[in-house]
T-cell receptor, first 114, second 117 residues
Framework: GAVVSQHPSRVICKSGTSVKIECRSL??????MFWYRQFPKKSLMLMAT?????????EQGVEKDKFLINHASLTLSTLTVTSAHPEDSSFYIC??????????FGPGTRLLVL | AQKVTQAQTEISVVEKEDVTLDCVYE???????LFWYKQPPSGELVFLIR??????QNEISGRYSWNFQKSTSSFNFTITASQVVDSAVYFC??????????????FGQGTRLTINP
């Protein structure tokens, strides 16, 4: 089946630093990937849609200069949280469009900003 | 507007009881897809089912069953003879074509299910 990986699975960083999260589709190509954020005991909220070779589309209220998305290949999208602050601490989940209206989800990345 | 509502925030039952998780959706699209996902404590989303808007047949998979009723815009999920391993947060979701053609998933608030031994 379609597998999506995320790296790292868990990261702790100091306030003000930048953190990069990778999302890879391991056995299929995905022209579109999605980035979600989930706060504790809350639902998943779509942050942005990442399209291979073009700019990401951000949801309303998501700062594109803070959450940089790069989708340079058909199997890799990266999310960089720039100048992270404690309020950015969250569970970040990516998904890859596998066609037929099906998204395959990665295992998620827990970010803790101290 | 597209919206998914899971009115039950938390449910707690004793093992072997049957439990139904409710899901009500709103969409103007005539073609859409509904999903259920399970999220155990590890955080990873586990895909359970996908149903398109033209298929109202109920589905059964082992102890899981789904009831899709377009007339009431509901897509309810029932676990029969629940087990402790069923404890998780369950999300209902709807997919629709966004303004630029991207397939965006909209999630409900989730229902935290606890099965007590």
């Amino acid at each position: 089946g379609a597998v999506v990986s995320q790296h790292p699975s868990r990261v702790i960083c100091k306030s003000g630093t930048s953190v990069k999260i990778e999302c890879r589709s391991l056995d299929f190509q995905a022209t579109t990937m999605f980035w979600y954020r989930q706060f504790p005991k809350k639902s998943l909220m779509l942050m942005a849609t990442s399209n291979e070779g073009s700019k990401a589309t951000y949801e309303q209220g998501v700062e594109k200069d803070k959450f940089l998305i790069n989708h340079a290949s058909l199997t890799l999208s990266t999310l960089t949280v720039t100048s992270a602050h404690p309020e950015d601490s969250s569970f970040y989940i990516c998904s890859a469009d596998g066609g037929q209206e099906t998204q395959y989800f990665g295992p998620g990345t827990r970010l803790l900003v101290l | 507007a597209q919206k998914v509502t899971q009115a039950q925030t938390e449910i707690s039952v004793v093992e072997k009881e049957d439990v139904t998780l409710d899901c009500v959706y709103e969409t103007r699209d005539t073609t859409y897809y509904l999903f259920w996902y399970k999220q155990p404590p590890s955080g990873e989303l586990v895909f359970l089912i996908r149903r398109n808007s033209f298929d109202e047949q109920n589905e059964i998979s082992g102890r899981y069953s789904w009831n899709f009723q377009k007339s009431t815009s509901s897509f309810n999920f029932t676990i029969t003879a629940s087990q402790v391993v069923d404890s998780a947060v369950y999300f209902c979701a709807l997919i629709f074509a966004g303004s630029q053609g991207a397939q965006k998933l909209v999630f409900g608030q989730g229902t935290r299910l606890t099965i007590n031994p």
